[in-house]
């Protein structure tokens, strides 16, 4: 395995630091997210006002956000329908399974589509697996359900060599390109 799939393009505190002039600058119209700990904390499923204030700046400059989840189509479904957003559920990432699914059915090149999340073993080598830009986010809380521990653990030690590889990587408030 190359450490290129886990390595982010880009890496952002939050994803709400994800700003539309960025998005547009770099031609992206659409954003593929992670629900859990991206998007909304896991245990908070009722989201933020910051959060909605950023899907409205986003939906004011026609950036279409679309969730990418290994959840059930029922629990993302539930997570989701406040915020009116489309999703692709039992995404098998790091499959780009959902990604992929996404370009087909939306018509969209891989140059206008980033996939932001908060695991470089599932989100960034997702989205390295489908040929698109990656955006890594800190977790928006430091608890995860139970099924995320063992991949964290991994991801921990990930972490060291890519970080090592790549001292460039530091979390930033707005898109850098490295």
């Known amino acids: 395995m190359r450490l290129e799939y886990f390595t982010p393009t880009f890496m952002v505190e939050r994803i709400y630091d994800l700003t539309v ?92 589509v980033i996939m932001v999340g908060d695991q470089m073993l599932t989100d960034v080598w997702a989205a390295h697996s489908a040929g698109i830009r990656s955006v890594l986010v800190k977790r928006l809380v430091e608890s995860d359900m139970w099924q995320t521990w063992i991949n964290r653990a991994i991801e921990k030690q990930v972490k060291k060599v890519v970080f090592k590889a790549h001292p460039q990587l530091k979390w930033e408030k707005k898109l850098r390109d490295n």
């Open 21 to 112: 002039d960025d998005l547009k600058t770099r031609g992206i119209t659409t954003v593929l997210a992670d629900l859990d700990n991206t998007l909304l904390a896991w245990n908070n499923p009722e989201g933020t006002p910051e959060l909605r204030e950023w899907l409205k700046s986003l939906r004011d400059e026609g950036i279409e956000l679309i969730v990418i989840s290994n959840n059930t189509t029922k629990r993302v479904a539930k997570a989701v329908a406040p915020l009116n957003v489309k999703f692709v559920s039992w995404s098998l990432k790091p499959l780009p399974r959902g990604i992929l699914h996404v370009l087909k059915t939306h018509d969209l090149t891989k140059e206008e």
